[in-house]
């Protein structure tokens, strides 16, 4: 099973970014890969190709992870690209308010996890909500000249709160990735 662990998107947020990222898509001229809007999420760990016997572990990870842990809000602020926007492959939406939140509950996972055998990540957490990625045919520069107009907090700018944890499956298809969750976990209330 391919796996990973994420938070997943309130109906509301998702209907305002699905309205946010067709404006880019109608003003951004290049060959990009739009994230579908069922498929947005914030990842908290990508766990790649799995047994299903370490299903179980993951599922009690979850459970200690939000049994210790408060419901927060997280707001959507502007735009962002991996690795930098001047040379942008992957393109994001930044987290503000909750970021601290957010790493603080990546950490407490991590460490939770890695006690548990699985190995731990190489790369710094960084919270955020993948939109699109370059393709071989993406022209980078002018694809950072497209987006110098919607950097600014106030083309994305909306809050949520962050009520659960879930562990999804990656399904690959020929029409893209489809993503099921297969287990969630609700973090305790403020």
Known sequence: MRLFIAIKLEKACRDYLKD???ILQENINQDLK???TENLHITMKFLGELPVSKKA???NSIDNLTKNSEQREASFQGLGAFPKINY???LFVRIGKGSDFL???YNSLEENLTNRGFKPDKRKYTPHLTIARSSRKTDIKGLSADLNSFTGNDFINIEMPVKRICLM???????GPEYREIYSCTLKER
């Open 20 to 22: 946010r990222i067709s």
């Open 34 to 36: 739009w994230v579908k």
């Open 57 to 59: 572990l993951l599922e």
């Open 88 to 90: 942008p492959k992957t």
């Open 103 to 105: 790493k603080g509950l």
């Open 169 to 175: 499956q990656s399904i690959l298809k020929r029409t």
